[in-house]
């Protein structure tokens, strides 16, 4: 998955050698100016290269001088982030990204980064350090676990060093280390979606989820076809019974806090792979509905990095998961099925499936009591449309939890979009012959359609909110520089921690 090492170090680079050495450059006020290196006397140095305009300080720049030998260092990187003035924890971690594809560009195996001169305060410097960390460690993951490699052939490890003056402050190594987590269960999650159906069913999800969560303090069950037919899960078992795969519905617990205190629920659609069911999709891009189950691996990368970082929090998480395949058992269009709660709906589109699975897991999270209910789902096309693949849309009515997402997104780096949903789209979710339908006969806003219908399964009271990850679930690597081309992305992992945070 990656042969990156990140290492913190307490010293002065000056006393430092290695192969490569990092600098960070930032654009000059001035517009007349030439950038600025943070670390003065590698400033003078590079006076020439400076002027101009080799180096610009522009973020993502990264530029490399081979063979510099500048004092007991061989090469030289100069990684840019932009105007002070704009730069953000985001800044940070692409910059860190940059860095990354640089050193392999570069062919090196070992590079030391003057860490100091990301920030001038010791706050800014402890926040800039988790988000480089971040981005270098997301950055490093690839997939290619599955490629057969001739026998001689080794990935040579990457180290790279962060050194700073302040490595052995508190706050700096409490900093790399909730970095260091964040990027490796987002990176978590990034596998479980980037892994082809046939090796990635319900079953072996469920049981990665127990794998992951090994002497972390989570407790982890995984129930089984005959525990949600006792449950009542109309929904899951409609959408699975056209699979020759089992469903599993997957529970998480972790408890950080007193044990009357509510817990934070997180619920998670875990669709592992969707050819849309008796309404089967277009044959082409049907390989990417590998990735229909982002919102659940999420859930889990989020629970992962809450027990690891060992919140002060009690949370519960809930991924129902199946497949929507087609065989003689599968659900027809017009079939109806009675979820949980008691309320039936008619099956009009069998590829509207996730929110049918949800449906369940909601009821059933509600049933718990919880102080919030967080959802996340690569729900519908409406909301590419929308949003492309640049911001996750949500969907909540509690202006409290909507304060404490939008604090938690800006905190991330994660974009997010408030959409809306009301009393309309809930009329058009209205069924015929069932109390709901599962598709829209309104034909347009689909996702907050999709919302409404999901609305109807979370108790009236409890704060509710909806993500729907189908733009940002993967193929962001065009966007984010620490996401691979294609791959999962791993989305809201870490706006969902910040979320449990503040509880």
């Known amino acids: ?64 001088f081979r063979e510099a030998n500048l004092n007991n260092f061989r090469h030289v990187i100069v990684v840019g982030l932009g105007a002070d003035a704009k730069m953000t924890h985001e800044t940070v971690r692409q910059a860190a990204a940059a860095l990354y594809k640089e050193i392999k560009s570069l062919k090196a195996t070992e590079a030391f980064v003057q860490i100091d001169g990301l920030a001038s305060s010791k706050k800014d410097l402890a926040e800039y350090t988790q988000a480089f960390v971040e ?19 080794k990935d040579e490890t990457i180290n790279v060093h962060l050194v700073s003056k302040a490595g052995k402050e508190k706050g700096i190594i409490a900093a790399f280390n909730e970095g260091t987590i964040l ?21 072996i999800l469920a049981n990665e989820a127990i794998r992951g969560a090994k002497g972390t303090g989570l407790k982890v069950t995984a129930w089984d076809k005959k525990r949600i037919e006792k449950e009542r899960m109309g929904g899951l078992l409609g959408v699975a019974q056209g699979s020759d795969q089992e469903p599993r519905f997957i529970v998480m617990e972790y408890n950080g806090a007193a044990k009357t205190k509510k817990p934070v629920c997180f619920v998670g659609k875990g669709l592992t792979f969707d ?38 929090v009690n949370v519960v998480a809930y991924v129902a998961s199946t497949e929507n395949m087609v065989n003689g058992s599968a659900t027809k269009p017009g079939d109806v099925h009675t979820a949980r709660n008691g309320k039936t709906f008619e ?12 449906a369940d897991a909601l009821s059933y999270a509600s049933e718990q009591e919880p102080a919030a209910i967080i959802d996340a789902a690569t729900l519908t096309g409406a909301m590419v449309v929308a949003l492309g693949n640049i911001h996750t849309g949500y969907f909540t009515k509690n202006s409290p939890l909507k304060t404490k997402i939008e604090k938690a997104a800006t905190v991330s780096g994660e974009a997010v979009w ?20 599962n598709i829209s006969y309104s034909g347009g806003a689909g996702s907050g359609t999709a919302t409404a219908f999901l609305e109807q399964f979370v108790t009236e009271g409890i704060p509710w909110a909806h993500f729907d990850i189908a733009g940002t679930g993967w193929a ?28």
């Open 418 to 437: 408030h959409m809306p949903f009301n009393e309309h789209h809930t009329k058009d979710m209205k069924g015929t012959y069932a109390d709901l339908s």
């Open 1 to 64: 998955m990656s042969n990156l090492q990140v290492h913190l170090h307490a010293k002065d680079i000056s006393t430092l050698q290695g192969q490569t050495v990092v600098f960070f450059a930032k654009t000059n006020a001035q517009k007349d100016k030439p950038a600025q290196i943070t670390e003065k006397d590698v400033n003078e140095i590079f006076e020439a290269s400076l002027d101009d305009k080799l180096i610009t300080g522009t973020a993502n720049e990264a530029v490399s």
């Open 183 to 203: 990027a490796s269960c987002t990176n978590f999650a990034r596998r479980l979606g980037d892994m082809p159906g046939n090796l990635m069913t319900p079953t």
């Open 275 to 312: 050819c849309g069911g008796v309404s089967i999709k277009p044959g082409a891009k049907m390989e990417d509905m590998k990735y229909d189950m982002m919102g659940g691996a999420g859930v889990i990368g989020t629970m992962l990095a809450i027990a690891q970082l060992k919140l002060k």
């Open 347 to 358: 099956v009009n589109n069998t590829d509207a499936e996730g929110r049918l699975i949800l």
């Open 476 to 503: 962001c690597g065009n966007r984010l520089n620490y996401c691979t081309a294609k791959g999962a992305t791993g989305v809201m992992v870490r706006t969902f921690v910040e979320i449990a945070k503040q509880y």
């Open 135 to 153: 981005g270098l460690n997301l950055a490093g993951y690839s997939f290619d676990e599955l490629k057969s490699k001739p026998k001689d052939k």
